[in-house]
């Protein structure tokens, strides 16, 4: 599994010592439009017994998301922030 996440990190421009303790991630630390997102290093979560860690390549959003980031939903949503956006309401 290094050989992977180092040629990963490699072929993606990064260095090939991965930091174990952080990760990449768009972040809101407060309701607003598309400015207030921020690409930035946030802490990487520890799966839990019945969890695994997975590695994302691409993600999409749906309608939800931005109405969580701009506050549409905060009285019935209300979120902790930072957070990192990304739901799917079906699941």
């Known amino acids: 599994m290094t050989r992977i996440v180092e040629a990963t990190s490699r072929h993606m421009g990064g260095s090939s010592q991965i930091n174990a303790q952080t990760m990449k991630a768009i972040r809101i630390h407060n309701y607003g439009g598309p400015e207030v997102l921020e690409y930035e290093n946030a802490p990487r979560p520890?799966?839990?017994?019945?969890?695994?860690?997975?590695?994302?390549?691409?993600?999409?959003?749906?309608?939800?998301?931005?109405?969580?980031?701009?506050?549409?939903?905060?009285?019935?949503?209300?979120?902790?922030?930072?957070?990192?956006?990304?739901?799917?309401?079906?699941?």
Do not use: T, Y
């Open 46 to 91: 520890e799966p839990q017994a019945d969890e695994v860690l997975i590695r994302v390549h691409a993600a999409g959003v749906n309608p939800i998301d931005w109405k969580i980031r701009a506050g549409h939903l905060k009285d019935i949503f209300p979120v902790s922030v930072p957070m990192i956006l990304g739901r799917d309401p079906w699941c």
